[in-house]
């Protein structure tokens, strides 16, 4: 699945997108987890704050939604347009 | 209609353009979002506005589609741009068509809100010697 990073997450990921295939990233919860891991700083952002905002090809998610190879996930901090 | 763009945009065509598709609009609301040079009390110097420009369309066109549920309308704009933008210059139009102003009014307000709540775009702004990435709070929204 493809993952992209948007704003100052950027700075923590140092790339904007990745692709992953891991059989362990099945759902959203799976998903952070493999984050967290592999980007110790993002985990605070993630867990503690919780201010990063997660969606599914487009879409806001707040639950723990099934993942598939196909899906597109962005990650990214609270918005500022306007 | 949405326009996710790095062009500036003049708001008489913008508006011109779409008055001339209908002849039924008796009200026209705008809004104009603008770089401003203070921020927090900090000399702005500039921004960069990045963008998600898939899912901002996305988001854009169903805050659109609410508000034609909530209000009569006959049209909608939005114009977001991205880039690096300097003071006073501007970064968003909002403009509602409708037949009265209330519909128009009132419907242009619930877009900026929404916009400033969902739409994904992000803005770092850049003082003397320093820069930040901002975030919209309910005091900005």
């Excluded at chain 1, 993942?67 to 597109?72: I, K, P």
């Excluded at chain 2, 598709?21 to 900090?42: E, L, M, P």
């Excluded at chain 2, 009014?105 to 930040?132: G, S, T």
């Amino acid at each position: 699945m493809k993952i992209r990073y948007f704003a100052w997450l950027k700075n923590i990921t140092n790339t904007d997108s990745e692709e992953f295939n891991e059989p362990s990233i099945r759902d959203v919860d799976s998903l952070k987890i493999f984050l967290c891991n592999k980007y110790p700083k993002l985990d605070p952002y993630i867990n503690k704050e919780k201010i990063v905002r997660i969606a599914i090809n487009l879409e806001y998610t707040t639950t723990n939604d099934k993942l598939s190879f196909s899906d597109e996930v962005a990650l990214f901090p609270p918005v500022s347009g306007g | 209609m949405i326009k996710i763009q790095k062009e500036d945009f003049n708001l008489e065509n913008e508006i011109s353009f779409i008055k001339s598709q209908h002849s039924n609009i008796g009200a026209v609301s705008t809004f104009v979002g603008y770089v401003r040079n203070i921020n927090d009390k900090k000399n702005v110097t500039s921004i960069d506005l990045e963008v998600y420009p898939e899912m901002a369309e996305k988001s854009l066109l169903e805050i659109c589609d609410q508000a034609k549920k909530n209000w009569k309308l006959i049209d909608i704009l939005v114009i977001h741009r991205f880039g690096a933008l300097n003071v006073n210059q501007k970064i968003v139009l909002v403009a509602t068509f409708a037949i009265h102003r209330h519909d128009s009014m009132a419907a242009c307000n619930y877009i900026m809100d929404y916009l400033k709540q969902d739409a994904p775009f992000w803005k770092k702004e850049y003082y003397d010697n320093d820069y930040k990435w901002l975030q919209n709070t309910t005091k900005t929204i």
